[in-house]
Each structure stands twice: as structure tokens, then as C-alpha cells.
């Protein structure tokens, strides 16, 4: 199905609520500006085209969105030199978001200037390239719908890879976990033995503790998961950022009340971990 | 994940991040209760987005051109891609080699493209002249081997009228199967749909109407 189709292709079902048949519609409204924006575009290759797209004022510009059209468009026709023209564009216009992201995700990082001036390049050239991939595919029909939130995804996997890659991935953000109250730390790291003598199991039953981490850091728990395995996110994410119970936890996410224990554990201990690490960094 | 799996994570976080610039405070476990399946991709994507992404300026006008360092970080990224692209097309050596990479028989390609076997057969041996071939049968072909038509065409280009496209893939045929001497003696199209016992009159009509359409 094309993408002109699946703009124009409405659904609400009864029993939707209203809430999500407000969220459709929406949605279909949106779809069908960006439709009638593409349509209503001058033929592509006049001059009109090319004055339209490369409008440097944000209030009169075609959106990303529909630019991605025209590449796609471009590379359809064969024109190599027009979906680059079109290419620019979108770089330049995404350019300021991308430099700032691509200094803040190293920006607690230990680096010499010229070391972070080569890294934010680098991590620049790897989101482009990724921008690129994504663009000129004409499978990926959300970059024609949102190409913002697109983007935000790309420079997740990208932040992501590029941290492996420089084996940065546990060493950022020390500061951020110093916080990690140490009461909830050390209680967690002591094996308890249960009646059945199970010692990999922990209760997690410092409610204070818990409280204290959801009142003062909620703001900073976000970060303190990102770098945890996916499967542990989720659980660290309810309980310490939503404040929910480890019973509710459990009920949400259709699995056990002994994973989640067994989970969180598992996660504490990580944290723990990259705090020993950060340790023994900060003292030489 | 597959490519359905991406999209529909997609437009789960993209709700979720119109509800945080709305002003709205939504809670990521009815998220995550509305989408267990897809529980951990959000939860990532959430934790990512309160992090590094939420703080970050959005789109803005073109104004001053790009420091040095960004340019050229982007022309590198524009090269690789282009390269990655061209490499793709090395795989087309034969169409057999990329048959077997598709999992096809030649039966079967046949099949998807409307042709019979022994026309396949002379296709796959170039012994059919690229001129005399119409565009719809390249397409059928980008089609059915899921390549880009240019690198279809540029398969039975002549050797001595390849395009720079071709030229690379000739240059990469170190394990080519077939002998391509000069001056091999082509048939046209319509000849071999003529000679083919295999394809039915229906086949043969429907192709002649389209040599017809293209003038060939």
C-alpha cells in the first residue's frame, strides 16, 4: 500500500475509547496535511520545486517529512544530484538538534578537547549515515509521518552502538550514580536465605529506601536504567519511577512476583557494580 | 525485530512523547500493561527519551553553513552509504547466484516473471540481447530477485557499453560461471520467445503485445 492510501485510510472501531479515537484522529489529520502538502508541491525539478524545498525560513518550509517524500521521488527518478540537493536540506535543518545531541551524550564523559571534538564527529557522521539508510528506504513509511520522533529512535540506536563500540557504555554519568542511596544498595547485596534455601533471591523490603530514591531522584532514574540490560528496564522503570509495588509490577507485565524479585536484584547489583567501577576511577 | 515490529514501536513511543509535550504526565505502565509484547522497547526508548532526548532543541531554520568538521562528517556519510549501495550490487553475478541467495528455483522465477525456463536459461547466459529486451521484463526481474532494476539492467549490458555501475560489478566476477567471449552470438527476445517450447501462446502473446508497446 502506498503511502497516499494509507493516508487516506481511517479507522475507528467501536469500541475504542475516547481517548484513543481522539489520538486516530489526529493522527489522520496530520497524515492527510503532509498528503496535501506533497500533492500541492510545485512539479518536482522547476525552479517553484527547488525554492520550496530549500526554504530557509522554518515558517514557510515543506516539513521533513514530505522532504523525505522528495527523496524518495528523486531516487525513483534516478536523480542522484537532486536527492542530494534534498539530502542537504534535511541535514541543515536537523543539523542544530543533531550537534547538541551529539555533545551532550558525551558530555559527562573524561575527554580531552581535540578527543571530544574527533568522538562528536564521529558520533555525527554515524547518526548521518543512519539518517541516510533510513531516508532513502522506502519501506520506512513512519519517516514520512513523524520524521522527528524517527529521528529520536535513530539516535538511540546510534548513542547506543557508538558507546559499545568505544567500550563507553558503563564508564559515563558518575556522578549521577553516587546517588544511589546506600542503604537500598547494600541491603539488596546481601544473599538472604529463605525458608526453601533459596540464596539468588532477594525481598526487596526497604519501602524507606525505595521512597527515598522515588522523592529525590526521580528525575535521574531514567538515567540510571538506560544502561542496563532491555529485559531489566522495564521492572527498574515501575518500581522506582512509577512507585509501584513489586506485586503490581508483576501483574503489569503478565510475569511472576519472583522474576521481579529476582529482576530488580539482578539490577541492583548492576548499579552497584558501576558505582564500585566509578570508585575505583575517581580514586586513581 | 522485523520491520512491523519497528513501526508499530514507533507510533507507541510517538503517542507517548505528544502526551509529555502536551503537558501531560502519562504513565509508562499503561504502556507497558497495553503492550507487554513490546515491553522492554519501551521502556528503553523511555528511559533513553527522559535522559538525553527530552532537553533537546528541535528543527530549526537554515541559516549559517555548517562548521567544517560537520560537512565533511556528513559527506563521509553520504560516501559509505553510496559505497554499501554499489556493493549490494556485486551479488547480482549471475542470476542463479542470486536465485539460490533468494531461495528460488529458476522454475519458480520463471514462474513469478511469466517467462518459461529455457528463456531463463538464456537470460542467466546472457545470450539474449539487452536491446531487444523490454522494460517490464527488468522489472519483473527487480522484482522477483529484490534488486534494484539499475543493477538488472547493468547485468546485461554489453561489455563493451557497461556503465561505471557495471564495470564495478564486473571487476568483483572473480568466481563467474559463465564465459562471456566477445562477440557471442545473441539472440533477440522475441526470437527466443518464438523458439520456446515451453512458454504457452498466451505467454508469447502477452509478451509480443509488449514488444509491440515499446516497439521493439
Known sequence: MCLMEVFCVVKFESTQSKESSDRDSEVTRRRCVLADVYTTLPAYGSLAFWSAVEEADLQGAVPLEVLVRCVRSAIAQGDDEGRNRILEVIFQRIHMSNEYWANSVLKTAPLQADERKALVSDLYGDLCECIIRAVIDDKRLFWEENFQHCLMFERKHVYRSFMRREGRWNSLDGKRSERIPRMLVESLDQPAQLADGDTYELNVEDEKAQKELLAVEQEDIPGLILHLPDRLKPIVLLIFWEGRTEKDTAKILGITDRTVRNRLREAIKLLHRELELEREFANG | ?216
Open chain 2, 1 to 216: 525485530m522485523d520491520r512491523e515490529q519497528e513501526e508499530a514501536i514507533l507510533r507507541i513511543t510517538a503517542q507517548y512523547v505528544d502526551e509529555v509535550r502536551a503537558g501531560q504526565r502519562p504513565k509508562v505502565s499503561d504502556y507497558l500493561a497495553r503492550y507487554p509484547q513490546y515491553a522492554d522497547e519501551i521502556a528503553d526508548f523511555v528511559a533513553y527519551y527522559h535522559t538525553v532526548e527530552v532537553d533537546l532543541p528541535g528543527e530549526t531554520s537554515i541559516t549559517t553553513p555548517l562548521a567544517e568538521n560537520f560537512r565533511i562528517a556528513i559527506g563521509s556519510a553520504r560516501k559509505r552509504v553510496l559505497q554499501a549501495e554499489a556493493q549490494s550490487t556485486h551479488k547480482l553475478t549471475t542470476l542463479l547466484v542470486t536465485l539460490n541467495n533468494q531461495r528460488l528455483t529458476p522454475g519458480q522465477l520463471a514462474d513469478k516473471i511469466s517467462l518459461s525456463v529455457d528463456i531463463v536459461a538464456k537470460l542467466e547466459q546472457r545470450k539474449i540481447a539487452a536491446s531487444s529486451i523490454p522494460k517490464e521484463m527488468y522489472k519483473r526481474l527487480a522484482e522477483a530477485l529484490q534488486q534494484p532494476v539499475r543493477a538488472i539492467e547493468a547485468y546485461f549490458e554489453p561489455l563493451s557499453g557497461r556503465s561505471s555501475y557495471r564495470q564495478q560489478v564486473a571487476e568483483t566476477q572473480v568466481g563467474y560461471q559463465v564465459n562471456e567471449p566477445p562477440g557471442i552470438p545473441t539472440q533477440s527476445f522475441r526470437g527466443a520467445l518464438e523458439e520456446s517450447v515451453q512458454l504457452s501462446k498466451e505467454q508469447k502473446q502477452g509478451w509480443y503485445d509488449m514488444l509491440d508497446h515499446e516497439g521493439l
